[in-house]
């Protein structure tokens, strides 16, 4: 069974940092692209960052390129998110998810999230 | 920056059939994906590839995309159908783009 269990989320002060992880299980993790999805409070769906299956290419949504940065350790089937500069915008549920299905970002998996609070 | 636009929502009759529609400018030309969300659980993918149901997801559920319209249709609607749904924007010159989400009541 796929699964992917996000943790790394909390409390955080504007401008400050957190890091993000996601970890796999059930399938091969190396073989797949992953992204983060991000959802504020009552809002919609917005797309964060990807990755390739070998950390190569990554690409970022214009609201988080540089101040955030996607990773993954093939060795520990994680993903990683490292978030600095950190606003009140950024207040959301951070979810992984795994690309599926063939061109395009498909998202059949996802985790349940990580709740990151913004706040001073 | 690439936007999609969707209805902030839509009512349908049990039974009938509903059409949440996703606009964009040449929209037809990239790729779309629908997904379903309920309260308090992770989105769910219904559409890919602007036609393509992924397994395990009711026939009742189609899509289509051209010029600048996507369209998800739920044929024969549901009690259980009324959700929160987004549409999905990509191709490869684009980064992946959602709209702002349409939610279906069914009554």
């Known amino acids: 069974e796929v699964q992917l269990v996000e943790s790394g989320g909390g409390v955080v002060r504007p401008g400050g940092s957190l890091r993000l992880s996601c970890a796999a299980s059930g399938f091969t993790f190396y073989d797949y692209g992953m992204s983060w999805v991000r959802q504020a409070p009552g809002k919609g769906l917005e797309w964060v960052s990807a990755i390739n299956w070998n950390g190569i290419s990554t690409v970022y949504a214009d609201s988080v390129k540089g101040r955030f940065t996607i990773s993954r350790d093939n060795a520990k089937n994680s993903l990683y998110l490292q978030m600095n500069s950190l606003g009140a915008e950024d207040t959301a549920l951070y979810y992984c998810a795994r690309e599926d299905l063939g061109d395009g970002y498909n998202y059949v998996y996802w985790g349940q999230g990580t709740l990151v609070t913004v706040s001073s | 920056s690439y936007e999609v636009t969707q209805p902030p929502s839509v009512s349908v009759s049990p039974g009938q059939t509903a059409s949440i529609t996703c606009s964009g400018d040449?929209?037809?030309?990239?790729?779309a994906s629908w997904y379903q969300q309920k309260p308090g659980q992770s989105p769910v993918l219904v559409i890919y590839?602007?036609?393509k149901r992924p397994s395990g997801i009711p026939e009742r559920f189609s899509g289509s995309n051209s010029g600048n319209t996507a369209t998800l249709t739920i044929s024969g609607t549901q009690a259980l159908d009324e959700a929160d749904y987004y549409c999905?924007?990509?191709?490869?010159?684009?980064?992946?783009?959602f709209g702002g989400g349409t939610k279906l009541t069914v009554l």
């Open positions: 040449k929209l037809g030309d990239k790729y």
């Open positions: 590839q602007d036609t």
């Open positions: 999905q924007a990509w191709d490869s010159t684009t980064a992946v783009v």
